[in-house]
């Protein structure tokens, strides 16, 4: 009997320890709340769910609803296909009845029959986390948040491996796979692994295949991407004081992000306010304005050149787009020292109180810019004005700083009365420019993109739209045969952007596209794929055409440019899916 206790007790022990050491790695990471949901979903029938948590290998296509049971087929297998030197994507739900659950995940490394390797830091995971959005609406025009449906949106990407998942609740996970440029070509196999707490651990089971043609380093990509920066959204959120020390270790990273997707331009403020008061967080002055008691000026150009400098050192490097000298509501600000005060004037283009203003400036500008090199990659900046307003200012311009030229977001066509000003042209979307228009301007080495903004419910980076419409935007623009693209909005948060990505006046998610903290999301990685997309079929055609392959050429051009459409495609994902996939078969029959 004391030997049956004691064998008991010792095994009691033993499983104590060992129910110890199953969950002794159950430290999950901390994350940031997310909002309430404005309107779960009704009718969910979370008791007919399996117990226990489940997973599932999905399509990167879907946007989740946190509150809604997941509508596929569960598998545990996914095979993807990559260039070297490309990023490639990949997405897995887990959902659950049970209270909360938590779990770890990791992925290891990456194993080809041929005996090669490549780390399991190839992988990057994220938990995919919700945001408030509403609907497109009416589109632009100002909006109070009780007049528009709301939701949550899967958007933002924590760099977070292990999560509390709560009861009833659908939780994505979204995992980056960045190809090192030597890899050997193979097909490689990797297990990622969700451990559970409590619970026996999952396993999908990974493999990609890389084919052996090289996608160019950033740096060498073509495509023009043109994303406005606002540094100071960062300091508000975060808040430190701008231009501190805490404000530009803050930038760096989430710049740098933003260099790593192919930007070209750096967004300069000239003046304080240049779009008034569109953004939750309102551009200030890179440049000290000031006005001696003689009448004369002096400018400060410190902050000006610390930031120019580093967008350069991250890698941003073609354009200095410097906003602007036709601003919304032409409203200056400069501190007056007679007055020693701030003050406002309203001048427009062609009065004698407007070139008073801006012809010092710019011969003092022109020779600081020319005294550090950024002379001929330097362009005045405006949004969306009227013609009036541009022949003024361009006589002027003209005048006194003619090399600069204008980088111009424009919706009056204005390239045809411009057309030797506009160096930098982006056109809105569905305004497609004459073919002659734009063969003349490739000639001259000028740069014409497309944008998209609050008036584009198809393709648009919104909270609520689908996440293939980033990577369309980079279709559609090779398609139409742009340089590349624009959007205004990299950074503007709102005021809790973590939370809620509506704004007063636009359809969600338009005034920003990255998150605090240099985190990422669904929108911003499917857009940049759709530019790796763009280069990769830039790479194959100049191949083409160098090997003499003309009709694999004709055949990719016709590919191509099925996504010179302005409306939403019936199947546009599946058109994408094909369209992937032919870039990727021309890739092997070149090698």
Not at 61 to 67: A, E, H, K, M, T
Request: proline content about 5%; glycine content about 4%.
């Amino acid at each position: 009997m004391k030997l049956l206790l004691k064998s008991l007790l010792v095994f009691s022990i033993l499983l104590t320890f060992a129910c110890q050491d199953q969950n002794k790695d159950f430290a999950v990471a901390q994350t940031y709340d997310e909002p309430q949901d404005p309107a779960p979903s009704p009718d969910q029938n979370w008791a007919a769910v399996p117990k226990g948590l489940q997973a599932s290998v999905t399509s990167t296509d879907i946007r989740f609803v946190r509150s809604e049971i997941p509508k596929i087929q569960q598998q545990s297998t996914w095979e993807g296909t990559a260039w070297k030197g490309e990023r490639t994507a990949a997405q897995l739900v887990l959902w659950s009845n049970d209270s909360l659950t938590e779990v770890n995940t990791k992925i290891s490394e990456f194993k080809s029959d041929a005996g090669n390797s490549l780390p399991a830091s190839i992988a990057e995971i994220n938990f995919v986390k919700y945001v408030i959005t509403d609907v497109f609406g009416e589109g632009c025009g100002y909006r109070k948040p009780e007049d528009f449906p709301s939701s949550l949106a899967a958007d933002a990407l924590d760099p977070v491996s292990s999560y509390a998942i709560k009861a009833q609740e659908t939780r994505p996970i979204w995992i980056t796979i960045n190809i090192p440029s030597d890899a050997k070509a193979g097909t490689y196999k990797s297990t990622f692994t969700i451990d559970i707490k409590g619970q026996e651990s999952k396993t999908m089971a990974f493999s990609i295949r890389v084919i052996d043609k090289e996608l160019p380093a950033v740096a060498d990509w073509k495509f023009h991407l043109d994303m406005w920066q606002n540094p100071y959204a960062v300091s508000r959120f975060h808040k430190v004081e701008p231009w501190s020390k805490e404000h530009w270790d803050l930038l760096k990273p989430i710049m740098k992000r933003l260099a790593d997707a192919g930007q070209k331009v750096i967004t300069v403020s000239l003046n304080k306010r240049p779009w008034g008061g569109q953004t939750f967080d309102q551009f200030e002055a890179m440049i000290d304005w000031r006005k001696k008691t003689d009448g004369t000026w002096t400018y400060d150009y410190t902050i000006f050149d610390k930031w120019v400098q580093m967008m350069m050192d991250l890698g941003v490097k073609n354009q200095i787009s410097c906003y602007s000298m036709v601003p919304w509501g032409n409203e200056f600000y400069y501190f007056d020292e007679a007055e020693n005060k701030e003050v406002k004037l309203a001048a427009a283009p062609g009065t004698k109180a407007y070139n008073d203003l801006w012809i010092p400036f710019l011969e003092q500008f022109k020779a600081h810019l020319e005294q550090k090199g950024w002379n001929k990659i330097t362009r005045i900046a405006m949004d969306e004005r009227g013609p009036e307003e541009m022949t003024a200012m361009l006589k002027l311009l003209n005048e006194h700083a003619p090399e600069f030229g204008v980088s111009f977001a424009d919706n009056h066509k204005s390239y045809k009365l411009y057309p030797d000003d506009l160096k930098d042209m982006s056109v809105a979307f569905g305004h497609p420019v004459d073919e002659a228009d734009l063969n003349i301007r490739k000639e001259n080495g000028y740069i014409s993109t497309h944008y998209v903004c609050c008036t584009d419910k198809f393709p648009n980076t919104f909270t609520f739209s689908p996440p293939a419409e980033g990577v369309f935007i980079g279709w559609y623009s090779i398609a139409a045969d742009f340089d590349g693209f624009l959007r205004w909005s990299y950074n503007s948060w709102t005021e809790k952007p973590l939370e809620d990505s509506r704004f007063r006046a636009w359809p969600a998610g338009d005034t920003y596209i990255v998150y605090p903290d240099n985190r990422t999301s669904i929108r911003f990685e499917t857009l940049r794929e759709g530019i790796q997309d763009a280069e990769k079929i830039r790479v194959l055609r100049e191949e083409l055409q160098a090997k003499g392959m003309l009709d694999e050429l004709d055949h990719l051009n016709k590919v191509v440019a099925q996504f010179n459409v302005t409306s939403k495609p019936a199947n546009f994902e599946g058109m994408l899916k094909d369209a992937k996939n032919h870039l990727d078969l021309l890739a092997e029959k070149l090698n």
